[in-house]
């Protein structure tokens, strides 16, 4: 597993997906069918998230003073197959955040081919008080022109979906 270090806000911030995490699929990944499980799908996404976090100042000393994402709600969408030796490389935007909220987006893709795509809801808390609040204007500082430079892109195909839901 290869995380790219992001110490740093580029500037400008990129208006593209950020990459942040290389993987390779590992045979233990896989299901009965040679296809890598949604388990670890999300085990990936976490994976990127948690770069995607760092990046924006919610690091262990944020998280040792009571304060964290929560992730409340994650969609996982098999787009196509991935198999033991493959290069995931993970790419998050922000479809969406504001001083509670993070909606984000992380596209998985093997060569250039989209294998999965995975859409989050995150939820800034006091993990002391066990109860919602904002992000503290650190994060939300670093947090904030990511979002812009993201609110000019097309939104991902399947965003929003519910499980079931027929295609147009």
């Not at 800034?124 to 503290?136: I, K, L, S, T």
Request: proline share 7%; net charge negative.
């Amino acid at each position: 597993m290869t995380r790219l270090t992001l110490p740093d806000l580029p500037d400008p911030v990129p208006s593209e997906p950020l990459e942040l995490v290389r993987l390779r699929v590992m045979p233990s990944w896989l299901d009965y069918n040679g296809h890598m499980t949604e388990g670890r799908y999300l085990l990936a996404c976490s994976e990127a998230t948690d770069v995607f976090l760092h990046l924006i100042g919610v690091n262990p000393d944020y998280v040792a003073a009571g304060r964290s994402y929560y992730t409340v709600e994650t969609h996982i969408m098999h787009l196509d197959e991935s198999a033991a030796g493959d290069l995931l490389i993970g790419r998050l935007r922000v479809l969406s955040a504001d001083e509670k909220r993070l909606h984000v987006h992380v596209e998985f893709s093997v060569n250039g081919r989209p294998v999965a795509a995975l859409e989050q809801m995150l939820l800034h808390v006091d993990a002391r008080e066990g109860r919602a609040a904002p992000a503290d204007p650190d994060v939300l500082a670093r947090l904030q022109p990511i979002a812009d430079a993201h609110a000019a892109l097309e939104r991902p195909s399947g965003v929003g979906r519910f499980v079931g839901q027929r295609r147009g």
